[in-house]
């Protein structure tokens, strides 16, 4: 059981060039979301899919996009990637029944130069 | 809106001293209550959860935490900190919905998050 995996772990790109963060549960889990840590900001939540088939934006969505591709995957895309994007991405996944816990992946660590 | 509040950005202690990490939160009512940590370069990890039931909630690594609601608070304490304990902590509250198709899901809110540091 493998539970949440996120690929890349690390990346580093150029200002203005694209990439996509894969997100992948092996839980059955309904909902899958993304956030970004920043140092003394916390965890922001980025996008959010509360199921197959939906996504919401979160608190800071601008510049970035996501699929929820099936159940299992929860992508995030950098259409132009910005120095302001230099953060650690986290994916999380939790099961749709009231007082589930949230799961978290490892953590992508990106930098824009 | 819901929000958690740290106070504190950095801690340190001595090992082996007690430690105690203030968590302050704002919701309309009774939340689901989280304490997460994160070591250096790895990503988070659980230590305890409270839902209902029992105020004070015992996790991982020797950790407990008890929910007071008059205070709105859910303070992390351990009675005596080791060295591998220095990492940041997050104390983090939920929110449970329920879409149109009757399945509740949730999200979290995180605090800003509290660094330890362990002196020997």
């Known amino acids: 059981n493998a539970g949440v995996t996120q690929t890349p772990k690390f990346q580093v790109l150029k200002t203005g060039q694209s990439m996509t963060l894969q997100c992948a549960q092996d839980?059955?889990?309904?909902?899958m979301y993304w956030y970004r840590q920043d140092p003394g900001m916390g965890l922001r939540l980025i996008y959010y899919?509360?199921?197959?088939?939906?996504?919401d934006k979160g608190e800071v969505p601008n510049g970035y996009n996501v699929s929820r591709l099936n159940k299992r995957e929860f992508s995030l895309r950098l259409e132009s990637a910005a120095p302001s994007q230099t953060s650690v991405y986290f994916c999380?996944?939790?099961?749709?029944?009231?007082?589930?816990?949230?799961?978290f992946g490892e953590g992508s660590w990106l930098t824009v130069v | 809106a819901q929000s958690v509040t740290q106070p504190d950005i950095h801690i340190t202690v001595s090992e082996g001293a007690s430690l105690e990490l203030r968590c302050n939160y704002s919701?309309?009512?009774?939340?689901?209550l989280f304490w997460y940590v994160q070591s250096p370069g790895q990503g988070l990890q659980l230590l305890l959860k409270?839902?209902?039931?029992?105020?004070l909630v015992q996790g991982i690594k020797g950790f407990e935490a008890e929910f007071k609601r008059s205070q709105s608070s859910f303070n992390l304490r351990k009675p005596s900190v080791h060295w591998s304990d220095a990492a940041e902590y997050f104390c983090?509250?939920?929110?449970?919905?329920?879409?149109?198709?009757?399945?509740?899901?949730?999200?979290?809110?995180f605090g800003q998050g509290t660094i330890l540091t362990v002196h020997p």
């Open positions: 983090a509250v939920g929110l449970i919905r329920a879409n149109a198709g009757g399945t509740s899901y949730g999200k979290l809110t």
């Open positions: 999380a996944s939790k099961r749709d029944i009231s007082g589930n816990t949230i799961y």
């Open positions: 919701y309309g009512a009774t939340p689901y």
């Open positions: 839980m059955n889990h309904n909902s």
């Open positions: 899919s509360a199921s197959e088939g939906t996504t």
């Open positions: 409270y839902f209902s039931g029992d105020t």
